[in-house]
């Protein structure tokens, strides 16, 4: 088993990519599909499971969606935009959801319509190469 650390950032929710604020970032760089971001600091609820890749998101989704719903100390449903400090944002019920602070940070992204399965990383992976 593989120790996953599952960030809920808005890039992990694609189908509600559109109604949720991201992180800010500004592209740097384009390669082809590739993007070279630089992302400001921002706050993320995370997770660390002892799972697979293919069954952490499963196993994670139920816990965070309960905190980012309600299951927190202010009660409030949230997505934690930008401006959240770690001070000010709802802190988690379940003591398996740890808030964090993120770094200013550089990463290479690639977007991609569908969901997260090792079939589709590795067809994006191998597409790259």
Known sequence: MHRLLLLLTLTALPLFSHAIEEPR??????IDTVELRQYAPYVVAE???DAAAENAG?????IMADHIFGENNGEREFVLPEGVTLESAP????????LCQLLASQWATIR????????????I?????
């Open 91 to 98: 802190h988690p019920m379940d003591p398996q959801v740890q």
């Open 58 to 62: 499963c196993k994670a989704f139920p």
């Open 112 to 123: 991609y319509s569908g969901t997260w399965s090792r079939a589709n990383c590795d067809e």
């Open 47 to 49: 997770m660390v499971l």
């Open 125 to 129: 992976w191998w597409a790259l190469q």
């Open 25 to 30: 970032f500004e592209v740097i760089r384009q």
